[in-house]
């Protein structure tokens, strides 16, 4: 029970207008004041504070902020080397061009769109802008990449004199007019729900999912809802005959366990609504890395990677440590004459497995071995975030889905019995083929 404005707003009728703001007395379609439609009723509206807040199609929608001309026209952000789509505005989407898609199909789709190149500085100064936004609401925001974090408002009524639910009408509102990009927001009582209510109704959206629904509410929904099942692992549980997650409720934790392994635990705990992962914000550690330099100048791939794979195993062991993760890898040289080169890749989603920073490093480096001295070789981790999401089991390629298993029995067995007991011997050079996936945005 909140008192707001006078009232004691304890009944699930009384939502609010997420224009004005006016809490509202009757249960009419349109708010009292202001004759909008854009009303939020939800019988736990009051009491929940964990959310997720996403922008809509983040690098399109600040194109078009900047460039007027562009606001009606199907716009397009991506190209570059792998010419796959990094963002499509809402109008592209209409037309069928999504995330991710190779850049001729979606110019099939839309031959009239307006094709940009992403200008990631421009996007990360906004991205920052949002971000300091979220911390005038509480100290506990973690963003999860550029445009989007969890926020934790628990005890944040006396400082706004505002329950979470408007604190977050508000902050919405005021990144319309203040920044001029649209965002989601979801509100719930958990990490995962918060997440998928955001991704409800985008864009301009503000989803609600109680306590007393989660169950029903995710009982209808695929199992792709889950976090960590994409289409390799869906395509395991679809021949179990899986699709619901419905049919994952009526499972015991054992009987998934023994299926699946530890993914059963997670679909254990998620299908039912269960997730007690805390909000971390990320003020500590920005990147977690490791740097050698060398004694004599080195120059040459059969030189140059033996380092990077200890050094990714280093950066590895402590992301497990901290029990965080990173999403970008960075690689950084130091050449003879004292210049620093650093390169970066981001990835799909977070890691901590040192093949996958490895192999990630690897490519970078290829670039970089031209007969270039090299005094020093660093490699690295930034964005970082909370472990639970990082290296989902269904990693697109096999090989690089076999190596991540091995080195999760590798880290089981040296917790045992100590660093020392377990040497790994890898072979340079091979399983290239594990290309990290483009960085895409909804
Ligand atoms: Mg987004």
Redesign the pocket.
Known sequence: MFAFMGLLVNNPDHGFCRDCLTLQRTVAPRCEACGSPRLLRHPELYRLHIAHV?????YAAVEKRDDPTLRDRPVIIGGGKRGVVSTACYIARIRGVRSAMPMFKALEACPEAVVIKPNMEKYARVGRQVREMMRALTPLVEPL?I??AFLDLAGTEKLHGLPPALVLARFAADVERDIGITVSVGLSYCKFLAKVASDFRKPRGFSVIGEAEAVDFLAEQPVTLIWGVGKAFAATLERDGIRRIGQLQRLDRADLMRRYGTMGDRLHSLSRGIDHRTIHPDHEAKSVSAETTFDTDLATPAELVPVLRALSEKVSARLKKAGIAGRTVVLKLKTQDFRIRTRNRQLGDPTRLADRIFQTGLQLLEKETDGTKYRLLGIGVSDLTDAGRADPPDLVDVRARKRALAEGAIDMLREKFGRAAVETGYTFGKGRNAHPPEPV??
């Open positions: 996403d922008c809509d199609a983040f990449s445009d989007e945005d909804d």
